[in-house]
């Protein structure tokens, strides 16, 4: 969503160079190894490069074709120069986004690694940008073509002696609760500027990328973030306007300045509805569906089609008794069942859990946990810490904090109820988070 978005990576590829440069033979947080232990994903077949001042052929390993960026920790570009003390760069850049990362080293002679060992860049799958309190905020990459170039300069100085380029492709697996595709978790939130603002983590909030998109969403008392429901791979999102029409956004990973499709009406009717959560599939076909509790505490599930044009099947009662609950949440499978889960609080604050039978019901409840009163919004359906687990998130508005409950993937005990604080939004009040 696009204008944070475009101002944040544009203001990366500027400063992404001082930040990741280094001299001598240290990289910048360059990890010792690719995940299963291969550097370069799918053993990428050698280059050549031709050897700096002797015009000999000299093999190189350079990633080319398509990479999972989901699956490798760890890129390696080895290029082996027999020359004498030279002045490398290497930069490495998304060509759609513009973000890029810049390695300066020396190599060869007394100034860096002797002559005829191989010069290794090694990039960890992330990019950097400059938080306002000047510290360095930490971002994963987009999927999308990268192109690298090399430039090996003279270290006392003149023209380049060699320079070289290449390109491979990055993809990304989209996430349930993940608006562009950079891989990793989104929460969603309007503000009191009425426009529709996102704050991502990276690996538990190490960094986060902001984005946000027009004004106009102060229309809506209701934002509901579903997955994926209408066919399109990307998470989608629900809001209800305050007249009970609700609207359906479809994600598309980017692939628009807006990161959203254009809106589509589900229909109408929605103001008798207390509570509407998504996020979990509950009848263990693959897409995610929604739930509703209407005003005398009926529980109505509406399963998920995948048709952009009709993104839900007729509703289907589940059960009675739900107006004791003054928030229910879609959390996704937390608790290892044969489906999606929902986690709902009662009026003293205590946190229930219903485990998921995938026929759209649920088991008898069970407590997690007190204390949650003081959470204006608990949001859920998405892995924020990026350790395979769904998580649950809890706005708290006094100290304008949002915060993280892990999950454990555990049968009985499937939140860690151990709270931790998140940057997401830090600091911000906002009047709908999902």
Not at 317 to 340: D, M
Not at 406 to 434: E, I, M, S, V, W
Request: glycine share 16%; aromatic share 10%; hydrophobic share 35%.
């Amino acid at each position: 969503m696009p204008s944070t978005a475009v101002r944040r990576r544009r203001l990366a590829a500027a400063t992404a160079t001082a930040l990741a440069v280094t001299l001598g033979s240290g990289l910048l947080a360059a990890p010792a190894a690719a995940a299963g232990g291969a550097a370069v994903a799918d053993a990428p077949p050698a280059a050549t490069v031709p050897s700096a001042g002797s015009g000999e052929e000299i093999p190189a390993q350079v990633p080319t074709g398509t990479i999972d960026l989901d699956r490798t920790s760890a890129l390696d570009f080895v290029f082996d120069l027999d020359a004498g003390e030279v002045l490398v760069r290497f930069t490495l850049r998304n060509a759609r986004t513009g973000d890029s990362v810049t390695f300066l080293r020396t190599h060869g002679g007394q100034g860096g690694t002797g002559t005829g060992t191989p010069c290794r860049f090694t990039w960890d799958g992330t990019f950097s940008y400059p938080d306002p309190d000047g510290t360095a905020a930490t971002f994963a990459a987009n999927s999308g073509t990268y192109t690298w170039t090399l430039t090996a300069t003279p270290a006392q100085g003149g023209d380049p002696v060699l320079t070289r380029s290449g390109s491979f492709t990055g993809t990304r697996t989209p996430r349930a609760h993940g608006f562009d595709d950079d891989g990793v978790f989104d929460l969603l939130a309007v503000g009191a500027d009425a426009r529709l603002h996102g704050e991502g983590s990276y690996r538990g909030g190490v960094g986060r990328s902001d984005f946000w998109s027009g004004r106009g969403w102060d229309a809506f008392d209701r934002l509901e973030v579903t997955g994926d429901v209408a066919g399109s791979a990307h998470s989608d999102f629900v809001v209800r306007d305050r007249t009970g029409v609700l609207w359906l956004y479809r994600g598309n990973g980017g692939s628009t300045p807006e990161y959203l499709e254009p809106r589509s009406r589900v229909g109408g009717g929605w103001q008798v509805y207390h509570h509407i959560a998504g996020g979990s599939d509950l009848v263990g076909d693959g897409r995610s569906d929604v739930v509703a509790a209407d005003t005398s505490g009926v529980l109505w599930l509406y399963k998920s089609t995948g048709d952009t044009a009709a993104p839900f099947a007729a509703r289907k009662r589940v059960g009675g008794g739900w107006q004791i609950y003054n928030q229910i949440t879609a959390v996704g499978n937390i608790a290892g069942g044969p489906a999606g889960d929902l986690v709902a609080r009662d009026k003293a604050g205590v946190l229930w859990l219903y485990l998921g039978k995938g026929d759209g019901t649920f088991t008898t409840r069970e407590r997690l946990g007190g204390g949650f009163q003081r959470y204006s919004e608990l949001v859920g359906g998405g892995d924020w810490d990026g350790d395979g687990l769904g998580d649950l998130l809890a706005v708290e508005p006094a100290t304008r904090t949002v915060h993280a409950f892990n999950g454990t993937g555990l049968r009985f005990t499937p939140l860690d109820l151990t709270r931790k604080a998140t940057p997401l939004f830090k600091g911000d009040a906002h009047t709908l988070y999902g």
